[in-house]
């Protein structure tokens, strides 16, 4: 793609995957803080299937990172090359609602429960079972995917991702 003059249909093609990523990301996201936020303290998701779940999220996570923005880039790619920012995802507020709603440090929801996905896997044991060696590095593995995914995103766009390092 031509950052300084783009094609209006790649731009379109690059727009939608972006959106269809968020999308995908924030339905993952929902699903593993419902689980982790279970007030019945039921689990909602056995251990397996939280790890194919925190793997997909921080595999998206990695994917943001493309969408770093471009030196001379058209003002029209602002919204897809925006430094992984989750714009998108974010509720438009009007006059009339901007004093009311997210006052969380201008924190947006996905933003939030990602944060506390971030904290969850931070926290979780470093399983060592003698009879399974590939149970210590599963959770350890893991836990060191979030941790470059996190830093990845507070290096390339500090300021919206602040909270998070």
């Given at each position: 793609i031509n950052f300084s003059q783009p094609d209006m249909e790649k731009?379109?093609?690059?727009?939608?995957?972006?959106?269809?990523?968020?999308?995908?990301?924030?339905?993952?996201?929902?699903?593993?803080?419902?689980?982790?936020?279970?007030?019945?303290?039921?689990?909602?998701?056995?251990?397996?299937?939280?790890?194919?779940?925190?793997?997909?999220?921080?595999?998206?996570?990695?994917?943001?990172?493309f969408f770093r923005y471009m030196n001379n880039q058209s003002q029209l790619l602002n919204d897809i090359f925006n430094n992984a920012s989750l714009q998108e995802m974010e509720p438009v507020l009007g006059v009339e609602n901007t004093q009311t709603s997210n006052q969380q440090n201008g924190q947006?929801?996905?933003?939030?429960?990602?944060?506390?996905i971030c904290r969850y896997v931070f926290e979780?044991?470093?399983?060592?079972?003698?009879?399974?060696p590939s149970a210590h590095?599963?959770?350890?593995?893991?836990?060191?995917?979030?941790?470059f995914g996190c830093a990845r995103l507070c290096?390339?766009?500090?300021?919206y991702y602040k909270l998070f390092g």
């Open positions: 731009m379109n093609e690059l727009r939608l995957q972006k959106q269809n990523l968020a999308k995908l990301l924030q339905y993952h996201v929902d699903v593993m803080y419902n689980h982790i936020t279970n007030a019945d303290k039921i689990p909602s998701l056995s251990w397996k299937q939280s790890l194919a779940v925190l793997d997909r999220i921080v595999s998206m996570m990695d994917v943001l990172t947006s929801n996905l933003k939030r429960k990602l944060l506390k979780l044991p470093i399983i060592e079972d003698p009879f399974d590095t599963t959770s350890e593995n893991l836990q060191i995917r979030y941790l290096i390339m766009n500090a300021s």
